[in-house]
């Protein structure tokens, strides 16, 4: 079993749409949870940043934690074509002092016009 | 203030060459990082520079694979010899902190191919 589960998609929905993206982990030592945002031809960009449970909003993104489920997830209100891009999830622990993340495999996001 | 900055962006090689990427963190980041995306996979951890010094590279695959940072600054990650099974995109991050505790900012990777 992989540490860090998350659907590749594609996921498609039309402009306007809430989206979901969600990732699953089996290491309970995660406390730092991130959201990527990668653009084709582009590094990831960090999107939102959440540590421990609860939730965090930003604009139209929010961030949710259920560490009791082992389960992100990343909202997306009124859905616009210039956020399809790969959504990536990472989390990391501060084990031995590092904090280096784990990525899952990003899920592709269309959002069409 | 520029960003991360990866050289070059493309870079298609025969078995057995040799390769070297280079890495430009932003100004004043002593943390480097490089990871790796080979196809259809996660992007994976290779290693951590805290400024000159390796902090861990317990990711880095296996000897073909030497990462310097002189004075520093700059990275470069040196594969030799390529094999197959190198090719994927190599990504550079830098931070002010470690990873986790501030944001991390990433290049736009270099795209490697071993033929």
């Known amino acids: 079993q992989k540490e860090v589960e998350q659907d590749p998609g594609p996921l498609s929905v039309p402009e306007g749409a809430i989206v979901s993206l969600n990732c699953t982990y089996s290491n309970s030592a995660f406390q730092y949870f991130m959201w990527y945002r990668q653009y084709s031809r582009k590094g990831p960009e960090l999107l939102m940043y959440t540590y421990s449970s609860g939730n965090k909003e930003d604009g139209r993104f929010t961030a949710q934690v259920d560490k009791s489920s082992k389960y992100i997830s990343l909202f997306i209100r009124d859905s616009q074509p210039s956020d399809s891009a790969t959504y990536l999830c990472a989390m990391s622990s501060a084990s031995g002092g590092s904090y280096i993340p784990t990525f899952g495999r990003g899920t592709s996001l269309i959002v069409h016009p | 203030e520029a960003g991360v900055t990866q050289f070059p962006s493309h870079s298609v090689i025969e078995k057995g060459q040799t390769v070297t990427l280079r890495c430009d963190p932003i100004?004043?980041?002593?943390?480097l990082y490089w990871y790796r995306r080979v196809m259809g996979k996660e992007i994976k951890f290779l290693l951590h520079?805290?400024?000159?010094?390796?902090?861990?590279e317990s990711g880095m695959p296996n000897n073909r694979f030497l990462a310097e940072r002189t004075g520093g600054t700059y990275s470069t990650l040196k594969v030799q010899p390529a094999e197959l099974e190198d090719s994927g995109v190599y990504f550079c991050a830098s931070s002010l902190g470690q990873v986790g505790s501030t944001e991390a900012f990433f290049g736009q990777g270099t795209r490697l191919t071993v033929v």
């Open positions: 100004s004043g980041h002593d943390n």
């Open positions: 520079f805290v400024k000159e010094s390796k902090q861990d």
